[in-house]
């Protein structure tokens, strides 16, 4: 499969566009902002505990800003919509364009193209997530860092950003306006947030499903620094369907014509 002329081509585009860049200075901007706030009060409290020895104990680096902060990218990562930002156009554009016709007839196989497009999108999508490895470096020259649970934290939004990415695909290959493949890969984001809020108050059945859906729910382990297979399952699974539903998407389109 030609995977690779494609990715590249997708990567150019990014490159030589400002919307990458743009999405990335704004990620940086407010993620800056939650890490300054988090440490900083951390910062308050480690001094309050050099006064008080039990108040130490419970100064943890991890739950003061690794955590909160990691938990902060989902909320982030979503309301500031870099997701359906970076998936819109990937489908949409081809087909406003009417170069999808062009791509689908050459001698490449749907799934290479879907391949491409989405390596390159989680690609860009990785050089985020690297950018921000500059906060636990600063953490760890100013006080001893437990690399196991950040490593966890990061493996869990890598697989959520796989399965955001292939959301944002799936409704960037169904639609020609880029903006209505945004808003629905922003809507079925946020009901993803969203559906786990009322577990609290349900039972049953009821309460489960929405807790197995809830993305909050499952990312909490790998927040907490625990790496649990149902929840890389659940991440894994999303991902594969969201894909699969593309590449039918994408071969009824070639059958179309």
Do not use: C
């Amino acid at each position: 499969m030609k995977i690779w002329p494609i990715f590249k081509k997708e990567m150019r585009i990014y490159l030589t566009t400002p919307l990458a860049y743009a999405i990335l200075l704004v990620f940086l901007l407010v993620t800056g902002f939650f890490f300054w706030v988090y440490f900083a009060g951390f910062a308050s409290a480690s001094m309050r505990a050099a006064m008080n020895p039990q108040f130490a104990r419970e100064a943890n680096i991890t739950e003061w800003v690794m955590r909160p902060l990691f938990t902060n990218f989902i909320s982030i990562i979503l309301f500031l919509s870099l997701v359906p930002m970076i998936t819109m156009r990937l489908f949409a554009e081809e087909r406003r364009s009417g170069t999808i016709e062009l791509l689908l007839t050459y001698p490449v196989r749907d799934g290479a193209v879907l391949a491409a497009k989405f390596l390159g999108a989680l690609a860009l999508y990785g050089v985020m997530l690297l950018l921000t490895l500059v906060y636990p470096a600063i953490i760890r020259y100013f006080t001893p860092l437990d690399w196991g649970p950040v490593l966890t934290m990061y493996t869990g939004l890598v697989l959520m950003g796989a399965m955001f990415l292939s959301i944002g695909l799936f409704f960037s290959s169904v639609t020609e306006n880029q903006i209505v493949a945004a808003l629905a890969t922003f809507a079925t984001l946020l009901l993803l947030w969203a559906i786990g809020f009322p577990a609290d108050s349900a039972d049953g059945v009821t309460r489960a499903i929405l807790q197995h859906v809830s993305v909050v729910d499952r990312f909490d382990s790998f927040s907490k620094g625990v790496l649990d297979t149902k929840d890389v399952l659940y991440f894994l699974n999303a991902t594969l369907l969201a894909l699969f539903l593309t590449l039918r998407s994408l071969e009824a389109r070639r059958w179309k014509g």
